[in-house]
T-cell receptor, first 113, second 117 residues
């Protein structure tokens, strides 16, 4: 158990809908990262937050957004969902957020029908 | 741009065989970290090891060992006397210092290891 929690574990929704994925980092970690794992794209970095501020953006679609709250938990919002958004979404955390080991949560498996 | 290549898509071995997973990376940075993660069938990503670009000392931890060679930009991972529980997808990943204050991981495509009795 990495200490990173993610909810829900599974999510099934329809195209055009909006969903919110939630992540709680390990105790003491200030940095949160979101990654997407899909069959065609592999594991891709989406976005990083550090202590409530956005620190880096990767290949994140405009339909996706994220935020980190004062209690350091983070949410990833996916809107206008398409079939191709079906993937495993991971959250990871680290203490500071620079060249550190990132510890991953169990992931949220999203299926868009 | 940083890149990680895991040329082996899938490897099948019989239990107790040794197996080496290959990883080749590309980076223009002189300061970087390399990682190995394991993804068992249950789906979570489990951290195995981290190495920085200034530490080429190879390491052995139980049945696992790692071979880091900057001259060939490789960071290979060996499992000795493999067991069925080692069956998983193994990912090599790279993090560069030159990305500023951010520290995203760039992953390879993974190697699926199947260990059978």
């Amino acid at each position: 158990d990495s200490g990173v929690t993610q909810t829900p574990k599974h999510l099934i929704t329809a195209t055009g809908q909006r969903v919110t994925l939630r992540c709680s980092p390990r105790s003491g970690d200030l940095s949160v990262y979101w990654y997407q794992q899909s069959l065609d794209q592999g594991l891709q970095f989406l976005i990083q937050y550090y202590n409530g501020e956005e620190r880096a953006k990767g290949n994140i679609l405009e339909r996706f957004s994220a935020q980190q709250f004062p209690d350091l938990h983070s949410e990833l919002n996916l809107s206008s969902l398409e079939l191709g958004d079906s993937a495993l979404y991971f959250c990871a955390s680290s203490v500071e957020g620079w060249l550190e080991t990132q510890y991953f949560g169990p992931g949220t498996r999203l299926l868009v029908l | 741009a940083q890149k990680v290549t895991q040329a082996q898509t899938e490897i099948s071995v019989v239990e107790k065989e040794d197996v080496t997973l290959d990883c080749v990376y590309e980076t223009r940075d002189t300061t970087y970290y390399l990682f190995w993660y394991k993804q068992p069938p249950s789906g979570e990503l489990v951290f195995l090891i981290r190495r920085n670009s200034f530490d080429e000392q190879n390491e052995i931890s139980g049945r696992y060992s790692w071979n880091f060679q900057k001259s060939t930009s490789s960071f290979n991972f060996t499992i000795t006397a493999s067991q069925v529980v080692d069956s998983a997808v193994y990912f090599c990943a790279l993090s560069e210092a030159g990305s500023g204050t951010a520290s995203k991981l760039t992953f390879g495509t993974g190697t699926r290891l199947q260990v059978t009795l």
